[in-house]
């Protein structure tokens, strides 16, 4: 395993390149006010992606979660590109982050992150009938490629270091729309 980076420095930011602060003065049906903040996503929005290798073999990643401050087994993920739909989005952050693009993607849903306080939405896309390509990535360090069977997801999210309620949510999508429980 990894040993997780060191951190030199914390500071308080104001401004970020990837959210911005935002307030809300509601009024509700009863009358009641409050004021709300909400942190609001910049950009384009972003992609989960699950890369099936075959019918029941997904490829995951071991990537540093700098919040969590340790390494976490999740999918790959990651912002849209400017002119790009969620389909090439996805494609483009598989290569980068798994060597892999597939020939066949599918949106199964949407995904919200915190709706009580954060804007940000990912579309979760199935990717399937893979093929190796790998496109240089901005990620600071090679990412582990970990093959995990869908058939075993009950002991994948026992793992303590598979949190990520985004990934967990997709995987278990996939699962279900593979199965035919589940009609996007």
């Not at 990717?127 to 002991?155: C, F, I, M, N």
Request: glycine share 8%; aromatic share 6%; hydrophobic share 35%.
């Amino acid at each position: 395993m990894r040993k997780p980076p060191i951190i030199h420095a914390t500071r308080e930011c104001v401004d970020s390149r990837f959210l911005r602060v935002e307030q809300l003065d509601l009024e509700f049906s009863n009358g009641e006010r409050r004021t709300y903040e909400r942190l609001r996503a910049s950009g384009l929005g972003a992609v989960i992606i699950v890369p099936m290798l075959d019918d029941d073999t997904v490829l995951l990643i071991r990537e540093y979660g700098a919040g969590v401050g340790r390494y976490e087994l999740s999918l790959p993920k990651g912002r849209l590109d400017q002119d790009e739909t969620a389909e090439q989005g996805a494609n483009r952050e598989l290569k980068e982050e798994v060597g892999y693009g597939a020939n066949r993607l599918k949106i199964l849903h949407n995904l919200s992150l915190s709706p009580g306080y954060m804007t940000h939405m990912a579309h979760v896309v199935l990717a399937q009938d893979l093929y190796p390509e790998r496109l240089q990535g901005d990620e600071p360090e090679e990412l582990d490629v970990v093959p995990w069977k869908l058939s075993e997801l009950h002991t994948l999210v026992g793992r303590d270091d598979v949190t990520e309620g985004r990934s967990i949510a997709a995987l278990f999508m996939a699962r279900e729309y593979l199965a035919g429980r589940f009609q996007p």
